[in-house]
């Protein structure tokens, strides 16, 4: 298992648990995805995932062996095998840098070879031509912002991507070309996703296990073609419920493979 939270609970100072008794795990190649409703924990448990919190009770195992957020070998390492996109892209690029610095990052932060070739590598991955590295995040749309983080997230190779909701500010066509991209990108670098996510559908594109949270706890979970097909938990059947039925198979077209949208 890359990553796992074992009996992971977590409460804000002052305020009441948010997560309890959290199990999740990660293996190579199976993408998890996180859904519930507002509140239920989702980013918090992220979060305490990515080694930016530390649970106040139980345990982040990453390569099987606990996460200790104090010891700087193993955070690099961590780091070099996880990285992160975040929802909104636009704050989340420094506006003062430029494109090739922002994606150059993690290579530098992590002491690894931060040649031109491998910043223009990654964003010729994501799509982008190479002449962006010399503009600034300004000068882009969300989409291509987001192709831009997406872009800084793989530089380094890591193994998983911890996303949250990245797509959800995004127009729906520039969100399913940033889908089609992190599916093509999950085949092509061995990514797996791990995601936070309110759009069953993407959950379905990206990730082959679903994790339903309630208030802080895990309240349904299985493959997610199984948890969408038949879901038992309210939140899950309101969810299920509420995405637009399509109309029968035999009148809709083939949906292209993954990868082949243009840059949004
Ligand atoms: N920094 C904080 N301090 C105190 N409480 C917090 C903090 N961040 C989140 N919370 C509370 O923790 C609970 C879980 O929040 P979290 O953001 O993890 O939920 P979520 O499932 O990601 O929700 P959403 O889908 O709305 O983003 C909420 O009740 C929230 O108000």
Known sequence: MILEARE???TYPRGRAVLDGIDVGV????GVALVGESGAGKTT??????GLLRPTAGEVLFDGAPLRLGDRALMR????GVQTVFQDPYSSLDPRQRVGRIVAEPLRSLGLDAAPERVVDALREVGLPEDVVRRYPHEFSGGQRQRIAIARAIVCRPRLLLADEPVSALDVTTRVRIVDLLAELRETRNLTVVMVTHDLAVAALLCQETVVLSEGRVVERGDTASVLGSPTHPYTRRLVAS???LPAPASVPQSPAPGRAGPA
Request: no cysteine; glycine share 10%.
């Open 8 to 10: 992971v609970g977590f």
């Open 243 to 245: 995405v637009p039925r």
């Open 77 to 80: 390492r961590f780091r070099r």
């Open 45 to 50: 448990l992220l979060r305490i995932l990515l």
């Open 27 to 30: 293996t190579a190649g199976r």
